[in-house]
């Protein structure tokens, strides 16, 4: 009976909120600082339309500063359109927003730190995002199933939860930050619009079903990969060419490729490193695998803008009015040349 009565007492306090001001109602944290709160412990779901939060809110004499939101405090609102958050939010908590399929834009202030647990899970409308610079730690399935097509991961992000963008499936462009070193299990697995993928140098694990049944035609592997563990490209039929960075082959676990046709993919590898490749374990099952120095990588929506260049060909030699997809041999201003995959 005591047993019962504290979880109902649990259960009753979870959904409390201390008062409410232009329609949004709020947690008291501290002396200074309150959160916004889920409307009410029925699941209520009063918020409406576009919604600000504000820097500051005042009650009963005091100032407070707006530095949260609250776990589910929107959660399953099909009421809610935009969400504009202040500057001095750091925190947005597990299922902020998750299961708001009406939610279309969110626009996060300046010195959001944390974006926990499913804050954006099946936030179907939500296309797209901007995340801030101060931002260190995205948690579990924080945008799963939502309709994210682009995300930039800031390079202050060093936490990364699992399942993040599973099941995306119209996220067709991705930058990973210089602050990540593991891609976690199943972070884009089943992101069926995403053709191509770029690991930078600072990553050095990719974790399991990481990119499961993503489409990838293209993969780059930066030099900091030092293990890619079981399934982390399960499924990904659609691969063409893999371009490795490193001259050292990656430590791979089993069916790291299961049910990929590597007969069929061409390798890519730094000159002098082809014989490594071909000795080890599941790079050397590649259909062909030649040799390239100096590789890059480049985002297409940036690279021809570049000034210094004078000439772009094709692996063939022949020239291209502007960068395109895959290989690209630069002849720069200076005379040299410099060989990039665009994304």
């Known amino acids: 009976m005591l047993l019962l009565a504290l979880m109902l007492i649990t259960s009753s306090n979870m959904w409390a909120y201390d008062f409410e001001v232009d329609n949004i109602r709020y947690t ?8 916004v709160a889920r409307y009410d412990k029925f699941g209520n779901n009063l918020y409406e339309g576009d919604i600000v939060v504000p820097d500051e809110v005042v009650n009963q004499g005091t100032t407070y500063k707006v530095t949260g939101v609250e776990m589910s405090a929107f959660s399953n609102n099909q009421n809610i359109t935009s969400v504009t958050l202040n500057n001095n939010v750091k925190i947005i908590d597990q299922k902020a927003f998750s299961g708001s399929t009406k939610l279309q834009k969110v626009v996060l202030g300046m010195n959001v730190e944390k974006i926990k647990d499913e804050a954006f ?4 409308s939500l296309t797209s995002i901007q995340l801030p610079e101060t931002l260190t730690e995205i948690g579990t399935s ?10 930039v ?25 210089t602050g990540v070193t593991v891609i976690p299990n199943s972070t884009f697995s089943s992101c069926s619009s995403l053709k ?27 030099k900091g990969i030092t ?41 890519v590898v730094p000159t002098g490193s082809k014989s490594a490749y071909q000795n080890a374990d599941t790079w ?14 480049a985002d297409i929506k940036q690279v021809n803008t570049r000034s210094n260049m004078q000439g772009i060909y094709d692996s063939h030699g022949r020239q291209l009015p502007a960068m395109q997809k895959g290989l690209n041999i630069v002849k720069m201003s200076n005379g040299k040349t410099r060989k990039v995959v665009v994304k």
């Not at 924080?142 to 995300?151: K, N, R």
Request: aromatic share 12%; glycine share 6%.
């Open 28 to 35: 008291i944290k501290s002396a200074n600082e309150v959160w």
């Open 284 to 297: 050397k099952e590649f259909g062909t695998i030649s040799e390239m120095d100096n590789i890059e990588t």
């Open 142 to 151: 924080a945008f799963g199933s939502s309709g994210l097509t682009s995300i």
């Open 121 to 124: 899970y099946h936030c179907e």
């Open 153 to 177: 991961i800031p390079d202050k992000v060093t936490t990364l939860g699992e399942y993040i963008f599973t099941t995306c499936y119209d996220l067709a462009w991705v930058k990973i930050g």
């Open 227 to 267: 293990n890619i563990e079981r399934l982390a490209f399960g499924g990904c039929n659609n691969l063409k060419t893999v371009y490795s960075a490193s001259a050292t082959p990656s430590n791979m676990a089993e069916r790291v490729f299961y049910l990929v046709n590597l007969a069929a993919v061409n390798l």
């Open 196 to 222: 191509s993928i770029s690991i930078p140098d600072n990553v050095k694990t990719i974790d399991k079903q990481a990119f499961t049944k993503a489409p990838l035609e293209t993969i780059y592997f930066g």
